[in-house]
């Protein structure tokens, strides 16, 4: 299994990365990192981050929590906009990328009370929309294969991801 670690997880917000990431990792017996949780336990919640010192300190921190992740042998989860930065894209290459997808749909019941700074207001699924278009090709690009979260269980995503990883090690 090292020759695929790390193994990372990316897509949009709501997508299923930490949760989905969370089981293969348990399957797979490797550690398991969420970057914004380390984020949040190094710097503080993210949406304060957010309203004290703007996206671009975020950022920052996140570049940083991705590319300390990215040294071990584990299933990590970036967010969603982890990929924006140049860096983090080329540190991706000739890793397992594994992009989470989700319908619009689907988004809609994962986002109430869901606390994401970027997702506060009424038009939340609209501006989920907006954000994932815009970085559905950046994740396209990056991904080594894709796999849709919107409508089966997510113990068997998990488990068809873990099939397909061991088929590829």
């Known amino acids: 299994m ?16 930490s949760k989905i990431g969370r089981l293969v990792a348990r399957r797979l017996s490797v550690p398991f990192i969420d970057t914004d949780k380390v984020i949040a336990a190094k710097h503080g919640p993210i949406p304060a ?21 990215m040294r071990g042998d584990a299933v990590v989860s970036l967010g969603g906009g982890a990929v924006l930065h140049p860096d983090t894209r080329l540190e991706l290459a000739g890793h397992t990328v594994v992009l989470l997808t989700v319908t619009r749909d689907a988004v809609a019941k994962r986002l109430a009370g869901s606390g994401r700074p970027l997702l506060d207001g009424d038009d939340a699924v609209e501006r989920w929309a907006a954000i994932a278009d815009t970085r559905m090709p950046i994740y396209e690009a990056l991904a080594t294969e894709t796999f849709d979260t919107s409508a089966r269980p997510i113990t068997q995503i998990a488990d068809d991801i873990v099939t397909w990883a061991r088929e590829r090690s």
């Open 2 to 17: 090292k020759s695929l670690l790390p193994l990372v997880f990316i897509g949009p917000m709501a997508a299923g990365k």
């Open 49 to 69: 981050i957010f309203a004290a010192q703007g996206e671009p300190a975020f950022r920052a921190y996140e570049r940083d929590a991705v590319a300390e992740a």
